[in-house]
């Protein structure tokens, strides 16, 4: 079971974090997580076998792959993506229609038809009862906006999900109905407090020589939802760093023993004569052991940049304070005035907040690139510094008596 569950989620995180268009800043790996952890949440204390739930955390992993094809008809294509994983990992066939069916289960309007498919669609829709339902909302709505060209104003948006919460949506299984009903009625309570706020404002405006301006910049943008991406974004680009930095350092030390253990014990023994036949398959073998600890060390060296800017530079929105690599010289009343300019910016703040999210995009680039290189260096010096060792031994170590080796 557990064999099978970290294979999915090893796969899903590759197969979203490379084919995910980026505009699915709500369907995405973050939302997959949130499933995963919500349906294990609901089974927790259940009396569901193990097989089931089993079954319950791969569709969770795998529900919503379908989106790298597109959002239209996702499901379908998630089930294909699942049984193809699974078919390839010799699942057993009942099982792995089990999964494909409660994939199908989570369409919108489907009416789940036993106490796994309703633990499925409660899971994928928990957030309606989550604290954090506005934030996770505003990343829907800017899917919407980037990907299906759905621009809808404050007011559309507020009754599209007072729609949603009070005749479209419930809770199925009665442990998510016990677990988030409350939090669902408050969230619907806010909504409708807002619509009215919102309706109350709107008449005011009306009388306003500035009222369109104002509809742009309060209703239009979805301030809290474009924060929460570069969350999101930003933090998944470090914890793709950081297993980046992991595999090198996995990699150099691999290596650094290997080469002590040639130094230490190949090495001395090779002045003595009757062991010529061995010197080329050392040096191979050590050559390419040198060429991966090189190469692991270059992957994870970090550049050295100067640390300082000037007001100037400032003032032409060209040095990005998000970096200590750019201010890590300065003094401290001149970081903080820089940093004070720049909050009183939004074009400013959100320009650095975007470059940022691209250099480290930059920086990982050239990470998995040298580590692409690495492995594939390891591997071959592997194989070669073997197959050089099997023909020394056999055209030449035949010849030596075997104790002349040791």
Known sequence: MENILLEAEKYVIRLLNEKLDNVYVYHNLSHTQRVVATIKELFENSNISDKNKEHLELAAWFHDTGFIKGAEAHEKESSKIATAFLEKNKYPELDTKSVSELILATEMFYEPANALEKLIRDADSAHIGSKNYDEICELLRKEWELASNKILSESEWLNENINWLTTKHRFYSDIASAKWDARKGKNLSQLLKSQKKLKHEVEKLKHKKDELSFKKSKVELPERGIETMFRVALRNHITLSDIADTKANILLSVNAIIISLVLSNLVSKLDNPSNDYLIWPTVIFAAFTVASIVLSVLATR???????????????????????????????????????????????????????????????????????????????????????FAVAFHFYGIETPATTVL
């Open 302 to 388: 970090p550049n050295v940049t100067k640390g300082k800017f000037s007001k100037q530079d400032v003032a032409d929105k060209k040095v990005n304070l998000l970096f200590f690599g750019n201010f890590h010289k300065m003094k401290l009343d001149e970081f903080e005035w820089a940093m004070h300019e720049m909050m009183k910016d939004r074009d400013y703040l959100y320009g650095s907040l975007t470059k940022d999210l691209y250099f480290l995009g930059l920086v990982l680039n050239r990470k998995y690139n040298l580590l692409r290189t690495t492995y594939t260096v390891f591997m071959i010096g592997i194989v070669i510094s073997v197959i050089a």
